[in-house]
């Protein structure tokens, strides 16, 4: 069975400094991996995902994240982080046969102090 | 880009009531939809598989008498839940499947419904 790991429930980071948000998976076949971004009661928003093309995947707002086999992790990371990247996220993972089921990560949360 | 609306965003309601809970697809057609549960400060669970035209899948250990699932539409899922009690305070959110984009890279969401049980 797909399942996701996410390595931190907590990390705190000073504006401008580099975020690393740590996801491992496990899976029994080449995933889709996704990570997405919640914000205090909101849906969510998809940031980047991996569907076997290129290892390193760009996404939304800086973020990009490295699909690691050899080590199976797909980490979000970010250069410069900003006072609005505040938020949960979650590392998720296809189930077998793309019927669109998810699963989610225990989820980061994310601060940035000023 | 596509979008789902889910409505209402928030409702209390007093035990014992029910409370119905709307997902539409605004402009695609979403033969699935999928609704989640999510408790504070955790992550999100999958309840349900709402497939239009046909009974919704229910995962492990949801109650399917408790949630009633309705995809009459191709743009609209609805959840029901039924006899509500505190112990069912929760956020809900819903995602529909874009069936004309490859499968899993054209799920979206909706924006969640907090439901509150006094």
């Known amino acids: 069975a797909q399942s996701v790991t996410q390595l931190d429930s907590h990390v705190s980071v000073s504006e401008g400094t580099p975020v690393l948000l740590r996801c491992n998976y496990s899976s029994s076949y080449s995933p889709s991996l996704f990570w997405y971004v919640q914000h205090p009661n909101k849906g969510l928003q998809l940031l980047l995902k991996?569907?076997?093309?290129?290892?390193l995947v760009k996404g939304i707002n800086g973020f990009e994240a490295e699909f690691k086999k050899s080590e199976t992790s797909f980490h979000l990371t970010k250069p410069s982080a900003h006072m609005s990247d505040a938020a949960e996220y979650f590392c998720v993972v296809s189930d077998l046969g793309n019927t669109g089921k998810l699963i989610f990560g225990q989820g980061t949360t994310l601060q940035v102090k000023p | 880009g596509a979008v789902v609306s889910q409505h209402p965003s928030r409702v209390i309601c007093k035990s014992g009531t029910s409370v119905k809970i709307e997902c539409r697809s605004l402009?695609?057609?979403?033969?699935?939809m999928f609704w989640y549960r999510q408790f504070p400060k955790q992550s999100l669970m999958l309840m349900a598989t709402s497939n239009e035209g046909s009974k919704a899948t229910y995962e492990q250990g949801v109650e399917k008498d408790k949630f009633l699932i309705n995809h009459a539409s191709l743009t609209l899922s609805t959840l029901t839940v039924t006899s509500a009690h505190p112990e069912d305070s929760s956020f809900y959110i819903c995602s529909a499947r874009d069936p004309q984009g490859f499968t899993n890279e054209k799920l979206f969401f909706g924006s969640g419904t907090q439901l509150s049980v006094l």
């Open positions: 402009d695609f057609q979403a033969t699935t």
């Open positions: 991996y569907t076997s093309a290129a290892t």
